[in-house]
Nanobody, 121 residues
Framework: VQLVESGGGLVQVGGSLRLSCAAS????????MAWFRQAPGKEREGVSC????????YCARSVRGRFITSTDSDKNTVYLQMNSLKPEDSAVYYC???????????????WGQGTQVTVSS
């Protein structure tokens, strides 16, 4: 099992980024795939929303309406589209895999190496 994130970097406030997570060794269609982030001194936070009204436990209110997760089964890849970025979105972003029903960070058993996102004001 391997999860490889890409697409992070430095962006200005209000800008957009799209993160990609290339999965290998399994089919993403058979698992719960999500994105989490962690900023220095803060706990891990789920930022994986499928739409503006998503109330899943790994879809933080702070990103609802700005971040959208999607998948491409043919490419076995998960995406995180981030819009209207704010300085508080700066963090390391992780692609994660969990079994059906996974919700809290501890319930996701595989994590990528992470990609840094920095939003400058």
């Amino acid at each position: 099992v391997q999860l490889v994130e890409s697409g992070g970097g430095l962006v200005q406030v209000g800008g957009s980024l799209r993160l990609s997570c290339a999965a290998s060794g399994f089919s993403i269609d058979k698992y719960v795939m999500a994105w989490f982030r962690q900023a220095p001194g803060k706990e891990r936070e789920g930022v994986s929303c499928i739409n503006t009204y998503d109330d899943a436990p790994y879809c933080a209110r702070s990103v609802r309406g700005r971040f959208i997760t999607s998948t491409d089964s043919d490419k076995n890849t998960v995406y995180l589209q981030m819009n209207s970025l704010k300085p508080e979105d700066s963090a390391v972003y992780y692609c994660v895999r969990g079994n059906l029903g996974a919700a809290a960070a501890s319930e996701f058993d595989y994590w990528g190496q992470g990609t840094q996102v920095t939003v400058s004001s």
